[in-house]
């Protein structure tokens, strides 16, 4: 009966009930509770696991707590038992676990040992095989760590049992999808359709499982594109392919994980950031590209912006103190133009410090971090810590919210350039978006020097013109009928108009009508001044902007 409770116990474990008892005992604060349920979220981990890891609760307090809470604690010490061949020795060492039983196996139920509670995906994998529930008892990873290494060939003996599922299969699994992910085909294809994406210009390579077949598109000029495909059999070895290259975990398929790949294909170094995501049908990956050569022709005349905006938003940039935003949707180039921007004001004379999330690519002269929420490293804490750092300009990857948006502004008032992004469509609502999220009116008139909004437009292609039956055998665009991007800006300088709107706290339409009175454009008339010069066309523009409204209210660019 007590095997049956506790093993109960453990399947229904529920974290949020725990965290309560161990605020409620005093072991942990509400405070670092919330944050450990936080990156838990973040990280595709168990609260438990967080708390350790961010270093919140000790792992023999953690143990007593949930010996409290779900069955009893494990004493090393009085261990007679041995590693049961139920489950694989390799499985439960990477659920950090113990599946024991006495040399007489009739004597008494099996006891599984585990650290992390919250991993009750393994747990009930290995429950449901077993012909009785398993006495459950709580350990720490280091005793279990210890334990397997104290057994020594125990470690590596465990095989399946009676149970035939293939979970409990894992480390024989991997060890063929290691294997096969270092053959031949596999690499042919990987190193193939990394060339093929830089071939086309690609930012993201997509490889994507579905029932019963594979996908691999990739993204050009801002949409996706279709590629052929790997066989569906080749998927997995081909994602173990990327794990290893990567540095990940080639076992664990339930929990994202993120990566790095620096690989040389043709006499060229390419960096790829991966991102593997579980789905229903297995694991999702995108590669993004991070070309180092793209890096040298970063040039804000390179991306296409009139040259009275790159000489207005440079001398904003270049003042002693202040804010310049730079903002737009996800993929509209903001965290390139302001790449671009930094790497202007690179003079040997100015302190330089990024945080980012996360970093996109090093750039020589500037101290740049990235952001881990993992251990409590956000933009906010980041931020309040590069200030003690003497640095002249700082540059935020993102305010995403009120307390980065804070401590950026003040970081503004006390004597630096701080260049940051800001999700809004136009310059008008970032003027709003700042009120909304609590930054007062003086605020925002003290410290914002320019604001940009941004967008991608394609190009027509210069070959076939985006003319339907030249376009069909175009060996240049491939039949898309656009090759390449070009950046339209919409630029204001924060004036004396802009600043009494802002203090009357105006609506975004009314921010818009002070800004046209002084002359500038907005991105639609920037866009279709480009598709009247041929460069894009009317098409592109309400792909990128929307179909035309003559009762939005219009956004400010300099013309």
């Known amino acids: ?118 991993d009750t995906y393994a747990w009930s994998s290995i429950i449901n095989q077993l012909d009785t529930p398993p006495e459950v008892l709580i350990g720490t990873r280091k005793e279990i760590a210890a334990f397997f290494e104290a057994t020594g060939d125990h470690a590596d003996a465990g095989g399946a049992g009676d149970g035939d599922g293939d979970l409990l299969d ?33 930012s993201d390579i997509h490889i994507e499982r579905f029932d019963h077949a594979a996908g691999l598109r990739m993204r050009v000029d801002g949409l996706l594109v279709d590629q052929t495909p790997p066989s569906l059999a080749m998927v997995e070895p081909l994602l173990c392919r990327i794990k290893i290259m990567a540095s990940l975990d080639i076992a664990e398929r339930r929990r994202a994980q993120d990566g790095r790949i620096q690989m040389r294909l043709r006499g060229r170094m390419v960096d790829l950031r991966v991102s593997l995501l579980p789905t229903i049908y297995g694991q999702d990956a995108v590669l993004r590209l991070q070309d180092r050569q793209k890096l040298g022709a970063m040039t804000l005349d390179g991306l296409g912006f009139d040259p009275r905006q790159i000489d207005s938003i440079y001398k904003a940039a270049s003042k002693s103190h202040g804010i310049v935003l730079v ?144 376009r069909e055998s175009c060996p240049t665009c491939l039949g898309v009928g656009y090759k390449g991007r070009t950046a339209i800006m919409e630029h204001a300088i924060v004036t004396a108009g802009v600043k009494r709107a802002v203090r009357e706290e105006a609506d975004e339409r009314r921010i818009a009508e002070v800004l046209r009175a002084e002359g500038y454009l907005s991105l639609r008339e920037i866009a279709e001044g480009l598709a009247t010069q041929g460069v894009t066309d009317r098409a592109e523009v309400v792909r990128a902007l929307g179909p035309a409204d003559d009762d939005a209210p219009s956004a400010s660019g300099a013309g």
């Not at 933009?379 to 200030?387: A, D, E, G, Q, Y």
Request: glycine letters at 8%.
């Open 1 to 118: 009966m007590i095997a049956s409770n506790s093993a109960n116990a453990l399947l229904g474990f529920d974290a949020p009930a725990f965290g309560e008892i161990l605020v409620g005992s005093g072991r942990v604060s509400a405070v670092d509770w919330q944050l450990a349920m936080r990156v838990a979220v973040e990280n595709g981990q168990s609260a438990t696991r967080s708390l350790i890891d961010l270093g919140l609760l000790g792992e023999d307090a953690l143990a007593e707590a949930l010996a409290e809470t779900i069955g009893s604690r494990w004493i090393p010490e009085d261990e007679s038992g041995v590693l049961s061949n139920a489950a694989p020795a390799a499985f439960l060492r990477a659920h950090d676990a113990l599946l024991l039983e006495e040399a007489d196996a009739d004597a008494a139920p099996l006891r599984l040992v585990c650290a992390d509670p919250g």
């Open 170 to 202: 894992v480390s024989h699994e991997v060890d063929q999808l290691r294997d096969m992910a270092s053959e031949a085909p596999v690499i042919r294809f990987f190193n193939q359709t990394v060339e093929r994406a830089i071939e086309l210009g690609a």
């Open 327 to 470: 903002t737009g949707p996800t993929g509209s180039g903001k965290t390139t133009t302001l790449y671009a921007l930094l790497r202007r004001l690179i003079n040997g004379e100015r302190k330089i410090v990024t945080v980012e999330d996360p970093v996109e690519y090093a750039i020589d002269g500037v101290n740049q971090v990235s952001v881990n929420g993992a251990i409590g490293r956000t933009f906010s804490n980041t931020l309040r810590h590069i200030l003690r750092h003497d640095p002249d300009v700082i540059l935020v990857g993102e305010i995403r919210d009120a307390e980065t948006a804070e401590m950026a502004f003040q970081s503004a008032l006390t004597g630096h350039v701080v260049l940051s992004t800001l999700h809004t469509n136009d310059v008008p609502t970032t003027f709003t978006r700042l009120l909304d999220i609590g930054i007062e009116p003086f605020l925002i008139n003290a410290t914002v020097e320019a604001v940009t909004a941004q967008r991608l437009l394609r190009r027509v292609c210069s070959t076939c013109g985006n003319e339907a039956t030249a």
